[in-house]
C-alpha cells in the first residue's frame, strides 16, 4: 500500500496486477478509460455507375392485383 500527498489530500491506493490502481475512498479505478478502436475504412460500392445514362426509363412496378380477393365466388 502507497500513500500519496497531493496539497490538503491523502490517497491511498494499492496496485494490483496488470498495473492498475485502486483508489480509496472513491469506488472508481484510477486508470483512464481504454482508447476507442480506430475507425473503419468506408465500403466500397458493389459496382461501379454506368458509362451511359440509360435511354429510357425503367418500367413501373405493376398494380396490386386485388380482384383474386374482393370478387365474388362460387360456394364450395
Keep these: 500500500m502507497a500513500t500519496t500527498v497531493n496539497g490538503a489530500?491523502?490517497?491511498k491506493f494499492?496496485?494490483?496486477s496488470e498495473g492498475n490502481l485502486i483508489c480509496w475512498?472513491?469506488?472508481?479505478a484510477?486508470?483512464?478509460p481504454p482508447s476507442p478502436p480506430?475507425?473503419?475504412a468506408p465500403m466500397a460500392a458493389p459496382l461501379p455507375p454506368p458509362a451511359i445514362a440509360p435511354i429510357i426509363a425503367p418500367m413501373p412496378a405493376p398494380v396490386p392485383t386485388l380482384a383474386?380477393?374482393?370478387l365474388p365466388r362460387e360456394e364450395p
Design 68 to 70: 383474386a380477393v374482393f
Design 9 to 11: 489530500w491523502r490517497v
Design 14 to 16: 494499492n496496485t494490483v
Design 25 to 28: 475512498p472513491l469506488v472508481a
Design 38 to 40: 480506430p475507425a473503419a
Design 30 to 32: 484510477c486508470t483512464p
